[in-house]
């Protein structure tokens, strides 16, 4: 199976920071990756898949880059709807998550 | 617009079984595969298994072979999800998810089901 590692696990940060997360696969998955957000008691929502896709309707201050094992996610200026937990996702072989990273507010 | 709408919140005792229901509306069913993923209370999410909504064919987690089993009604575009010989450590929220292939990302998502097991 393929594992995803997802760092940090917590993040702390204010409204305008820039924010990176980090995604590392155990073996080679291409682009085949995707990046969600949740918020508490909701469902994850997608935000950008085959690495640097962004979903439509997403704001652009979300990017996506990496190929291989080595992925992440930038949120370029952090607004208060963004305090979130976010998961990676490997898609290249059926499915595997990121243990997720919890945006918290400094 | 596009929309998994899934059964509600069950209790069941270790042992059991439960089978949550996902209807899916808004697209053409036969061309989207269905995931279904959970996620333990405080934990991450969990891939467990996907179904081919044409053909029927599904593929499972390792983890879940043996007690999990995905089927479909293609005259009702309902996707169902059992899962057999429950355990406390069972107890989750179950998703549901559109995805373009038994390989993709998952677009939308089910608003979720509780299932707790207890005695």
């Known amino acids: 199976d393929i594992q995803m590692t997802q760092s940090p696990s917590t993040l702390s940060a204010s409204v305008g920071d820039r924010v990176i997360i980090t995604c590392r696969a155990s073996q080679t998955i291409g682009t085949w990756l995707a990046w969600y957000q949740q918020k508490p008691g909701k469902a994850p929502k997608l935000l950008i898949y085959k690495a640097s896709t962004l979903e439509s309707g997403v704001p652009s201050r979300f990017s996506g880059s990496g190929s291989g094992t080595e992925f992440t996610l930038t949120i370029s200026s952090l607004q208060p709807d963004d305090f979130a937990t976010y998961y990676c996702q490997q898609h290249d072989t059926y499915s595997t998550f990121g243990q997720g990273t919890k945006l918290e507010i400094k | 617009q596009v929309q998994l709408v899934q059964s509600g919140a069950e209790v069941k005792k270790p042992g059991a079984s439960v089978k949550v229901s996902c209807k899916a509306s808004?697209?053409?069913?036969?061309?989207?595969?269905m995931h279904w993923v959970r996620q333990a209370p405080g934990q991450g999410l969990q891939w467990m298994g996907v179904i081919s909504p044409s053909g029927g064919s599904t593929s499972y987690a390792q983890k879940f072979q043996g007690r999990v089993t995905v089927t479909r009604d293609t005259s009702t575009n309902t996707v169902y999800m059992e899962l057999s010989s429950l355990r406390s450590d069972d107890t989750a929220v179950y998703y549901c998810?559109?995805?373009?292939?038994?390989?993709?990302?998952?677009?939308?998502w089910g608003q979720g089901t509780l299932v707790t097991v207890s005695s």
């Open positions: 808004g697209y053409t069913f036969s061309n989207y595969y």
């Open positions: 998810a559109r995805s373009p292939g038994s390989y993709g990302w998952f677009d939308p």
